[in-house]
């Protein structure tokens, strides 16, 4: 396989736009509590995080499923990752 730079490459967009939806969902809601709008704010957020995963899977993968699968490997892969270090994170500041 000649082509593992491409393969890797796109496992490491899908991480990286993992880490930029989640971790904006992660700062986002840290904030609303002293936000004058959460709901906008929320909802601000969403739209933003959302149209940015959307166009970098659209521009990733060029239509090939192939392509898609493996950004979407790094994308679920790094929602675990951040679960995993959050949920450690609020352990550690509760106990």
Known sequence: MTEWWLWSALFAAGLGLGLFFYGGLWWTVRKMPRARHPVGMMLASFV????????????????????????????????????????SADAVQSG
């Not at 239509?63 to 959050?86: K, S």
């Open 48 to 87: 933003v995080r959302l149209g940015v995963t959307t166009a970098g899977f659209a521009l990733l993968t060029a239509g090939d499923w192939r392509r898609m699968l493996a950004a979407l490997l790094g994308f679920v892969l790094m929602r675990g990752m951040l679960v995993n270090r959050f949920k």
